[in-house]
Nanobody, 117 residues
């Protein structure tokens, strides 16, 4: 299974970026999926995720600015990021995981998002 991320880059504060992550290979379509980020010197943290039943969860710091969505048919998850702040600068990772059999936990390679102030 391979997760391929795209859409990172450099943007000015207040701008927008859209990330996508496509899973290929033998991945069961019913899974949870999410976006995480890791800033220099900090631990990786949850940004947003979608449970297998569709429940969406956002970190408080991105509520109202970021939107997660997915296309199950394409095994793709998206993250629309608006009103970006300098503190959103980090490497963003997507994740596809399943906590019941057959269990799996796959991560993308990460994509850099840099917000200039």
């Amino acid at each position: 299974v391979q997760l391929v991320e795209s859409g990172g880059g450099l943007v000015q504060a207040g701008g927008s970026l859209s990330l996508s992550c496509a899973a290929s290979g033998n991945i069961f379509s019913i899974s949870s999926t999410g976006w995480y980020r890791q800033a220099p010197g900090k631990q990786r943290e949850l940004v947003a995720d979608i449970g297998f039943g569709g429940t969406i969860n956002y970190a408080d710091s991105v509520k109202g600015r970021f939107t997660i969505s997915r296309d199950r048919a394409k095994n793709t998850v998206y993250l629309q990021m608006n009103s970006l702040k300098s503190e959103d600068t980090a490497v963003y990772y997507c994740r596809f995981y399943r906590t019941w059999p057959p269990t799996y936990d796959y991560w993308g390679q990460g994509t850099q998002v840099t917000v200039s102030s």
